[in-house]
Nanobody, 122 residues
Framework: QLQLVQSGGGLVQPGGSLRLSCATS????????IGWFRQAPGKDREGVSC????????TYIDSVKGRFTISGDNAKNTVYLQMNSLKVEDTAVYYC???????????????WGSGTLVTVSS
């Protein structure tokens, strides 16, 4: 059974940092491109970042460039999203996603993680 198991998230003050983890179960993480999406209350789900199957290409939306870093660990079969300098507007449920190639199109995702809440508040 193919699964994406998420961990991390929580409450942090503006300017703080969090790291999200996405462990793949039943497949190697680098057999798919792995991305992070987020959904804020009342808003559509949006693609935030993605790492290609080779690990050589990473993408970010403009609002997180320079603050978020996506990476993959082959030994742990896990993809991470390091989030620094967090802002109130980063508050959302974050979802790990596996897809054939990096895309922000929600309907192109093959597998979803269960989601984890990130709250940025003072």
């Amino acid at each position: 059974q193919l699964q994406l198991v998420q961990s991390g998230g929580g409450l942090v003050q503006p300017g703080g940092s969090l790291r999200l983890s996405c462990a793949t179960s039943g497949f190697r993480w680098n057999s798919y491109s792995i991305g992070w999406f987020r959904q804020a209350p009342g808003k559509d789900r949006e693609g935030v970042s993605c790492i290609s199957r080779s690990g050589s290409v990473t993408t970010y939306i403009d609002s997180v460039k320079g603050r978020f870093t996506i990476s993959g660990d082959n030994a742990k079969n896990t993809v991470y999203l390091q989030m620094n300098s967090l802002k109130v507007e980063d508050t959302a449920v974050y979802y790990c996603a596996a897809m054939y190639s990096c895309t922000t199109i929600v309907t192109s995702v093959h597998y979803w993680g269960s989601g984890t809440l990130v709250t940025v508040s003072s």
